[in-house]
């Protein structure tokens, strides 16, 4: 069975931080692009980071640049989202999703997502 899970979501303060990491089962996961979408309460989902299967190019949209650093380690199978300076906007369910890209990109647009993961929610509230 195809798989993608996320982990590491949970409470944490404005200006606080959380790691997600992504991980599969059922395929190789250092050969897609991965792009990580969130969903606000009552917003509609929207593509925030990807990275390419090689990791050498990322995007992340301007909402999160310079706070959110999209990472792979390749060894481990894993992808991981680190997110600093967390504001209560940054609130809702994250999901990873695996795109077949070319090895040095990416993309953050549904379209072209082949695997999602089922989410795990980031709440930021004091």
């Known amino acids: 069975q195809l798989q993608l899970v996320e982990s590491g979501g949970g409470l944490v303060q404005p200006g606080g931080s959380l790691r997600l990491s992504c991980t599969a089962s059922g395929f190789r996961l250092d050969y897609y692009a991965i792009v990580w979408f969130r969903q606000a309460p009552g917003k509609e989902r929207e593509g925030v980071s990807c990275?390419?299967?090689?990791?050498?190019?990322?995007i992340h949209v301007d909402s999160v640049k310079g706070r959110f650093t999209v990472s792979r380690d390749n060894a481990k199978f894993t992808v991981y989202l680190q997110m600093n300076n967390l504001k209560p906007e940054d609130t809702a369910v994250y999901y990873c999703a695996a795109s077949e890209f070319d090895e040095y990109d990416c993309s953050i647009r549904e379209y072209d997502v082949d695997y999602w993961g089922k989410g795990t929610l980031v709440t930021v509230s004091s």
């Open positions: 990275i390419s299967s090689s990791g050498g190019r990322t």
